[in-house]
């Protein structure tokens, strides 16, 4: 079965702190890994893709890595700040649909 | 415009009553995804549209759910004799197919009520 877990479920973290948020997945045979970011009521804003051939990708104070042998990516997040603050999805391409995961619900205090 | 469009953004409707719920892709887009996220669940999969390739209805919970794309453009999520279960936000999303590693682009939702 082809299933993305998160890891931490929530996070709460000082403004200024740089963080990282967990993302794995059971089946390594995937085209490509998005990382998305969701505010409270609204829909889904794609942050990062990473192709299944490559190791990592940045754009701007962000910088995602992924290790298909092991079904593991990383979120890598510089200096937070405040409006940071949402849930990030990881989802994984397999075949025609993406599986998501649960989410991590990030709050950075200021 | 330049995203994916949704409406109604907001639909309550009485149990047993049908509805539809229409996505606007970018243009261009021929991959088109439909997703249903429910309060404290992630994201579940509906369907999928390709092109002119038969739909992935692989995710569809029940014979009441069905959707069609029309011209290869907009689509339609119908959800018939409605239960207090599919109330939910439902999300479309686009993309291109070059190659499959493009980004998906989703709209805001219809945040669907069954009372």
């Known amino acids: 079965k082809q299933e993305v877990t998160q890891i931490p479920a929530a996070l709460s973290v000082p403004e200024g702190e740089n963080l990282v948020l967990n993302c794995s997945f059971t089946d390594s045979a995937i085209y490509n890994l998005q990382w998305f970011r969701q505010d409270p009521g609204k829909g889904l804003t794609s942050l990062l893709l990473?192709?299944?051939?490559?190791r990592e990708q940045t754009s701007g104070r962000l910088n995602a890595s992924l290790d298909k042998s092991s079904g593991r990516s990383t979120l890598y997040i510089a200096a937070s700040q405040p409006g940071d603050s949402a849930t990030y999805l990881c989802?994984?391409?397999?075949?025609?649909?993406?599986?998501f995961g649960a989410g991590t619900i990030l709050r950075v205090k200021s | 415009g330049a995203g994916v469009s949704q409406s109604p953004s907001n639909k309550v409707t009485e149990k047993g009553k049908d509805v539809e719920l229409r996505c606007d892709p970018i243009?261009?887009?021929?991959?088109l995804y439909w997703y249903r996220q429910s309060l404290g669940q992630g994201l579940e999969f509906l369907i999928y549209?390709?092109?002119?390739?038969?739909?992935?209805k692989s995710g569809l919970p029940s014979d009441r759910f069905s959707a069609e794309r029309t011209g290869g453009s907009v689509s339609t999520l119908t959800i018939q004799r409605t239960q207090q279960e599919d109330s939910a936000v439902y999300l479309c999303?686009?993309?291109?197919?070059?190659?499959?590693?493009?980004?998906?682009?989703f709209g805001q939702g219809t945040r669907l009520t069954v009372v």
């Open positions: 549209f390709q092109g002119n390739s038969a739909p992935d």
């Open positions: 999303a686009s993309r291109t197919e070059e190659g499959r590693n493009t980004e998906a682009f």
């Open positions: 990473i192709q299944s051939s490559q």
């Open positions: 243009s261009g887009h021929t991959a």
């Open positions: 989802a994984v391409e397999y075949g025609n649909k993406l599986v």
